[in-house]
């Protein structure tokens, strides 16, 4: 197997806020050969936010990052499914029309950068089942989850605008059951899966976006799920950390863990609870994997 080098963005989020899926991406990568290197001068990619006020700036900021991909003769890897999608949108628009890529190298030529359009960006979900690949994956497994349900959740932007992502069909995802499989757990099917965890309608209609986040793991919960796992540090943010809050306005105890994807596959390679961070959590999920 050639070498699996990657750009690696880890996102705003996983720096700061859920520091524990960083910290984990980086032991799990390590065990499957996969090289993470660092983007020391990379921006944040705005978050879907800036595009709706000065889309100009915002295909520059994510075509800074690209160029910097592109000195380093390396993919771009991501563990935050906000940040995959807006840097694909972008990347797809720089594609697809050669004036607006010149446009926006005119204004990256003034910090002596340069963007000419070969850089991928993919997220460690993809890579683990493209790069490393499923087999590989199932070779490592020293502690199979067996007998844990676990409730997939793909949410938004790890599977649309599928124009820019086209990693799988949107309406049927199957890439994060895959890998619940490959670790040895059971995938939970429920119908909210690839639907929204109101994280985007937080800060405009908070009711509304708690009660998405609550229906969504009320869901799960009712088809038997033991733990969620989400690609998505967002994701994470309100399925875990409101969830209390989804409790309070909506009635009835949840007590749903959330775990990020590199966290299950950790625990599944014999990583101890500690080890991946899990008392970062809000919502505990170490009487799973005691």
């Known amino acids: 197997m050639p070498a699996l080098k990657y750009a690696y963005y880890p996102g705003c989020a996983s720096k700061s806020i859920t520091k524990e899926a960083d910290e984990t991406t980086r032991?799990?990568?390590?065990?499957?050969?996969?090289?993470?290197?660092?983007?020391?001068?990379?921006?944040?990619?705005?978050?879907?936010?800036?595009?709706?006020?000065?889309?100009?700036?915002?295909?520059?900021?994510?075509?800074?990052?690209?160029?910097e991909a592109e000195v380093m003769g390396m993919d771009i890897l991501t563990i935050c499914s906000t940040c995959l999608m807006v840097m694909s949108v972008a990347n797809r628009d720089l594609k697809k029309d050669p004036a607006l890529l010149t446009a926006t190298n005119a204004v990256l030529e003034k910090a002596g950068l340069h963007y000419s359009g070969n850089v991928r960006i993919k997220h460690l979900l993809w890579a683990l089942i493209e790069d490393v690949g499923l087999d590989a994956v199932k070779k490592k497994i020293k502690r199979p989850l067996k007998a844990i349900k676990v409730a997939p959740f793909y949410g938004c932007h790890s599977l649309r605008p599928s124009d820019a992502l086209g990693f799988e069909d949107p309406e049927l995802p199957h890439s994060l059951d895959d890998v619940i499989k490959a670790v040895g757990a059971e995938p939970v099917d429920y119908d909210g899966k690839t639907k929204c965890c109101g994280f985007q309608a937080d800060l405009m209609a908070e009711d509304m976006a708690v009660s998405m986040t609550a229906r969504r793991l009320k869901e799960g919960k009712t088809k038997g799920a033991d733990c969620f796992v989400t690609p998505c540090p967002f994701c994470h943010i309100n399925l875990d950390n409101y969830q209390?809050?989804?409790?309070?306005?909506?009635g009835g105890r949840i007590d749903m863990p959330v775990l990020h994807l590199a966290q299950l596959v950790g625990l599944a390679l014999g990583l101890k609870a500690g080890d991946v961070g899990l008392e970062r959590h809000l919502v505990s999920a170490e009487r799973l994997f005691a």
């Open 27 to 67: 032991i799990v990568s390590a065990a499957f050969g996969m090289e993470l290197h660092d983007m020391l001068k990379a921006n944040c990619c705005g978050a879907g936010l800036l595009a709706d006020y000065d889309r100009q700036l915002h295909l520059a900021l994510n075509a800074r990052i690209f160029a």
């Open 244 to 250: 209390g809050v989804a409790e309070k306005k909506t």
